[in-house]
């Protein structure tokens, strides 16, 4: 049975997460996602989409609401998290997606139900992805370049080895488990207005154990940019 579980995402965590969502810091990623997805549509023919791992949503949403502007096909768009609180402000805030409290591990749904599967910044389940997976469909993995929000790593991890990041394991497991067709990088940097940055701390793991005195110290340097780094993969089974 698929059933939430309590994790470190709380509700103010995905609270921080919409606002950032919807300030524009994602939009060169929806643009991209959605042309790697409508270049694969054919005619007119109805798409299903799964988001595993939606969070509170917005992704999934501005995405929809990007391929409706430019495509006519029927769009079913369908998004999983295993927190409660991810959901209910999805399905809250956003009426034109199915919501659904569930684990990766565990997918409600039958065999071969989606055209694509949306995995953004979340943790996957390949062999279900597999499964729930079409033939002919396509599993579209988001995960954080080198540089994504580093100005926030370099001030959280000053002087630790935490400081860099790489990808490398998450892309090797990918390339083990889905036929990899594809690799695009994203890199950009965003101006910040002063009022995002606490939404900004607050919607990512990076200040998780950091503490009370150094999140002030961060709140308070006057990052005036932030860059935003994503390799996005592309595979088939
Ligand atoms: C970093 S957040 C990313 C959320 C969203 N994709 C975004 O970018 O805003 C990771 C998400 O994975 C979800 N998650 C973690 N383990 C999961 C599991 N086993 N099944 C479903 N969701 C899970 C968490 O609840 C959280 O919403």
Redesign the pocket.
């Known amino acids: 049975m698929s059933r939430a ?1 309590s ?1 470190k ?1 709380d509700k103010r965590i ?1 609270e921080y ?1 919409r606002v950032i ?1 919807k300030s524009g810091l994602f939009n060169p990623l929806y643009a991209a996602l959605s042309e790697i997805m409508m270049s694969r549509f054919q005619g007119n023919e109805p798409v299903s989409l799964l ?6 949503g ?2 999934i949403n501005r995405i929809q609401i990007e391929i409706n502007r430019k495509k006519s096909n029927p769009l079913m768009a369908v998004g ?4 409660k609180e ?1 959901i209910r402000i999805a399905a809250t805030e956003y009426s034109n997606g199915i919501w659904c409290v ?4 565990n997918c409600p749904f039958a065999n071969q139900q989606f055209k694509f599967i949306l995995n ?4 996957a ?1 390949y062999s279900e992805f597999q499964r729930v997976l079409s033939d002919n469909g396509l599993l579209i993995k988001v995960v954080p370049g080198e540089d994504y929000l580093k100005e926030l790593r370099e001030s959280f991890y000053e002087g630790s080895d935490k400081q860099g990041y790489s990808n490398s394991l998450t892309t090797n497991l990918f390339k083990e488990q889905f036929n990899l067709s594809g690799v695009e990088s994203l890199r950009y940097e965003v101006n910040l207005s002063e009022s995002l940055m606490e939404p900004l701390l607050g919607m990512t ?1 990076l200040s998780w154990g950091a503490s009370g005195e150094r999140i002030e110290k961060v709140v308070h340097m006057n990052l005036k940019q932030v860059t935003m780094d994503f390799k996005i993969l592309v595979g088939r089974k």
Not at 80 to 83: C, F, G, K, M
Not at 102 to 105: H, K, P, R, V
Not at 120 to 123: A, C, D, K, Q, T
């Open positions: 579980s994790t995402y995905f997460r969502c988001d595993a791992g939606c969070g509170e917005s992704h999983i998290d295993i927190s991810g569930a684990d990766i591990a953004i910044l979340s943790p389940n793991p």
